[in-house]
């Protein structure tokens, strides 16, 4: 077995892995999610990778070129995967507010960080606020705390535009107790769209 993978030439270079990582390094970068100039990075990463990977080369089970190529080719697959997750996720891509960044926000689901008296006092006033609703809305609430709307409503066998409905009634009823704002639901009356 070689002992690096660096120094096999080939027809369009001297040393095969450079010019290969380098080619792949250029198709990368300003693509895929990729900034134009992150083709010194991405070279990095294939190198390192290729460098791991090395020990499990055999010169009897094929050619240097075909197993260099394998892995880089392996590993960009890797980086654009990863990459396009990172833009799947918004989350992850949003800017950091000024809350974030310096650590007033619980990390988890962004949050601003409450003490546990004020987690204790919300917990009470959104238990009174369930309370008071009509029973298909505490059973609503309550699914919502473990499933998506597309699963409580194939869990209780209705349409799931049904359940949209009865979210946007539980919504009016949290706002109009002082949780969150309801801009878009036009005040209703229970009794008629029962």
Known sequence: MPSSPFGHPHALSDCYATWYISKKADELAGTSGF??????????????????????????????????????DAK?????????????????????TE???FGLLDGIRGQPEVSDFERIDLRIDCDEVLAGLPHDLQELAGLLKQM??????????????????????LR???????????DDFDDFDDEENE
Do not use: M
Request: charged residues 25%; aromatic residues 8%; hydrophobic residues 40%.
């Open 148 to 169: 998506t709307l597309t699963e409580a409503a194939r869990h209780l066998g209705v349409a799931t535009t049904t359940l949209s409905y009865r979210l946007s009634k």
């Open 99 to 101: 809350g974030a960044e």
């Open 35 to 72: 900034a134009p100039d992150e083709a010194e990075d991405i070279s990095q990463e294939l190198t390192l990778h290729l460098l791991d990977r090395w020990s499990s080369f055999d010169d009897a089970k094929g050619k240097v070129t075909t197993f260099i190529a394998n892995l880089v």
């Open 76 to 96: 960009v697959v890797d980086l654009v995967r990863s990459r396009q997750c990172l833009h799947c996720d918004y989350q992850r891509n949003e800017a950091l």
């Open 172 to 182: 009016h009823h949290f706002a109009a107790a002082g949780f969150g704002h309801d």
